[in-house]
Every structure is written in C-alpha cells, then in structure tokens.
C-alpha cells in the first residue's frame, strides 16, 4: 500500500508548486502590462521622446538575449550547487529592486539631472524581468510528471490568458493608482509570488545529495539538445502570439462588424483570450493522447490555415469560424510547445534550452515593434 501511494505521489502534479509558479507568472504577466502603460507616458513626461526608437530596439534585444544566458547561467547554479534557485531568487530581487527604485524616482519628482537614471531603470528592469522568467518556468519539470506537462501548462495558459482578457480594468486600476504606487505593488507582487515558489519548491532538493530530481526526465546524457528545433517552436508560437495580440483586433472589427455593429477589436481579442483559457485544460487532455509533436504540428497547420483566412477571406461568417479556429489551435500551441522544447532538451542544458525558447517567443514581437516604431509598418 505505502509503495502504490509513493508510485501515486510520483505520477501526480505538486499542485503546490505549480500554483505557486502560475501566480509568479501572473505577477509577470501583470508586470509587463503595467511597463506597456507606463513606458510611453513616462517618456513622454520626462521629455525622453527622442529615445523611444532605441529602447525599443534595446527591449527587443534584450527580450532575445536575455533568455538564454539567464538560462545557461540557471544550469551551471543547478549542477554546480544542485539547483536553479540562486538565479531565481537573484533575478526576482533585482527585478522588485528595479521597481521600487522606479517608484522612489517617480515619488521624488526628480530633476534634470536624476531624471537620466529613469531610462536606464527601464533597460534593468527589462533585464531584471528576463533574468528569473525563464529559469523559473523551467521549473515546471521538477513537480510535473513528463505525461502532465501539457496539463501544467494549461495552468499556466489560464492565468496567462485570464490576466490579459482583464487588460483593459487592470490597465483601469494602474491609472487610478498611479504610476509609483503601481511600480510599489509591482515589486511587492514578485517578490511574494517568488518568495512562495522558492518556499514551496525548496524541499525538492533536500535530499542527501542536494540535487534536483526532475519528474519529467527523458533522458540523461544520451540525448542531443535539438535547439534549433527548441528555437523553431518559439517562434512559432511568438508568431502566434504577436498576430493574435498586434494584427488580428484590427483586421477582425473590420471584417465582423457586418455581423454585430460597433464590434470592437480589443472585445473580439478578450473574446479568443476567454475561449483558450476555457478549453486550455481539455485541449491539454487532448494534446496527452495524440502526443505533443503530433499535436503541435496539427496545430501549426491549422493555425496557418486560419491565419491566412482571416486576413484574406471576406466573408464575415468565414472569418468568424476561423477566428474560432485561431483561437482552438492557439491554445494547443500554448499547452504543447513549452513542454515538447522541454523534452527535447539535454538534461544538462534544461534551463538554457528553456531560454532558447523563449528567446524565439519574444523574437517576432520585438521584430514587429522595432519595424512600426521605425515606420517600417
């Protein structure tokens, strides 16, 4: 009996953990939402206008840098000192830092001189939030089982989809509170969510060797990192992720106002947002039964499909049903591309594999701000 409950406990989610990583995730979801508010206005109020097009540029490079070094740097501290949370943990203070000196800077109304430190606090917060992101979703291996990935990252999707649908009364909040109590509550909010992670997750590595025991382990040492795979199903979905988000609220409120008058974009975006966090947890069974490669490159077809569909069709009904489409698939992406790059990276280089996926999530997104604020697009 005792040996069928440690078998039970072994193939079971932590739900502990994985909770405690869905809420740092929704802290940083939460957090960029607040630097997209904030940023322009900031620089428009301290008359930093001139420098939009270079932090823009400095975000996107960073945003795609960062992710892999944070991770090469989280397997070294977990091999070396037998796990990752001393790149977590540094990450998450420098990032509550950086807030908390962004509000003393904006509460002390700073003057000509001080007010230069702003723009540099914007590019160590940049940093700061790319630093732990990645070392601390890799993470997800240690308390999911490999045939539960997909469900984790479901939780994940949820929180992640949740938070954004509720942009425009999060984004109603930040403005009521305003701008230094916002970045306050920002670095607050990591630090506790990464102070409950550390909390909960330390005892998987309080063993006798004090070394970290994934659950989703593949294989050791026998299996090559694919990485320009891993890189290859980033991408994918930070394209999926940069149309639905930039290009789809647009191009929707044209084409389905023949439908419903006055249809707004950003509804039918919260719309798509609601529909993958309902059908993340069932899509994530799916995904489990047809496998994660089969079903992320079913995904990727008909995503591709649905894309060009809604750009191309004029038939309100047509784009409708493949908005619907967009968003089914989208979801099976969310769920099965983190966790395939995850099982197809060398166990020695997790965490770095995890950034190099990252790194092609944020890719096309930074490509895209940088061609706009150039007049490119």
Same mark, same amino acid.
């Given at each position: 009996m005792e040996a069928l409950t440690l078998n039970q406990k072994q193939n079971a989610i932590q739900w502990k953990q994985l909770?405690? #990583? =869905?809420?740092?995730?929704?802290?940083?979801?939460?957090?960029?939402?607040?630097?997209? @508010?904030? @940023?322009?206005?900031?620089?428009? @109020?301290?008359?930093?206008?001139?420098?939009?097009?270079?932090?823009?540029v !400095? @975000?996107?490079?960073?945003?795609?840098?960062?992710?892999?070094? =944070?991770?090469?740097?989280?397997?070294r501290f977990r091999l070396e000192k037998g796990h990752r949370i001393p790149i977590i943990?540094?990450?998450?203070?420098? !990032?509550? +830092?950086?807030?908390?000196?962004?509000?003393?800077?904006?509460?002390?109304?700073?003057?000509?001189?001080?007010?230069?430190?702003?723009?540099?606090?914007?590019?160590?917060?940049?940093? =700061?939030?790319?630093?732990?992101?990645?070392?601390? #979703?890799?993470?997800?291996?240690?308390?999911?089982?490999v045939d539960k990935l997909p469900k984790a990252m479901a939780v994940l999707t949820i929180v992640a989809n949740l938070i954004y649908a509720l942009e425009p009364v999060i984004v109603d909040i930040i403005d009521f509170i305003g701008a230094p109590l916002t970045f306050v509550t920002g670095g607050v909010v990591v630090f506790i969510s990464g102070y409950a992670l550390k909390r909960n997750s330390?005892?998987?590595?309080?063993?006798?060797?004090?070394?970290?025991?994934?659950? !989703?382990?593949?294989?050791?040492d026998t299996q090559k990192s694919r990485r320009g795979y891993i890189f290859f199903l980033g991408i994918v979905l930070g394209i999926a992720t940069t149309?639905?988000?930039? #290009?789809?609220?647009?191009?929707?409120?044209?084409?389905?106002?023949?439908?419903?008058?006055?249809?707004?974009?950003?509804?039918?975006?919260v719309d798509m947002l609601l529909l993958s966090a309902i059908l993340s947890l069932p899509l994530s069974n799916l995904v489990n039964r047809l496998g +994660?490669?089969?079903s992320f490159w079913i995904s990727l077809v008909l995503i591709s499909v649905s894309t060009v569909s809604i750009f191309f069709f004029q038939s309100a009904g047509v784009v409708l049903i493949m908005a619907i489409v967009y968003a089914i698939t989208f979801t099976s992406l969310s769920v099965s591309s983190l966790p395939l790059a995850i099982r197809n990276s060398n166990y020695y280089e997790k965490v770095f594999c995890v950034g190099i996926f990252f790194?092609?999530?944020? #890719?096309?997104?930074?490509?895209?701000?940088?061609?706009? !604020?150039?007049?490119?697009?």
């Open positions: 909770l405690s #990583l =869905a809420a740092l995730y929704g802290s940083v979801v939460i957090g960029w939402i607040a630097y997209q @508010q904030y @940023q322009p206005k900031l620089l428009v @109020q301290f008359k930093f206008t001139d420098f939009t097009f270079l932090l823009i !400095a @975000q996107a490079l960073i945003l795609t840098i960062t992710p892999p070094i =944070a991770g090469r740097m989280g397997d943990a540094a990450g998450i203070s420098f !990032a509550a +830092m950086v807030f908390m000196a962004v509000a003393f800077t904006l509460f002390s109304n700073p003057g000509e001189i001080v007010k230069w430190v702003l723009p540099i606090l914007i590019v160590f917060w940049l940093i =700061a939030m790319s630093i732990f992101t990645s070392p601390a #979703l890799s993470t997800m291996e240690l308390f999911t089982p330390l005892h998987l590595f309080s063993n006798n060797d004090n070394k970290e025991r994934p659950m !989703a382990v593949f294989t050791l149309v639905m988000f930039n #290009l789809f609220p647009a191009v929707l409120e044209r084409k389905l106002n023949v439908l419903v008058e006055n249809w707004n974009g950003k509804i039918l975006l +994660m490669e089969k790194s092609g999530v944020a #890719l096309p997104d930074g490509i895209l701000e940088v061609l706009q !604020a150039s007049g490119i697009l």
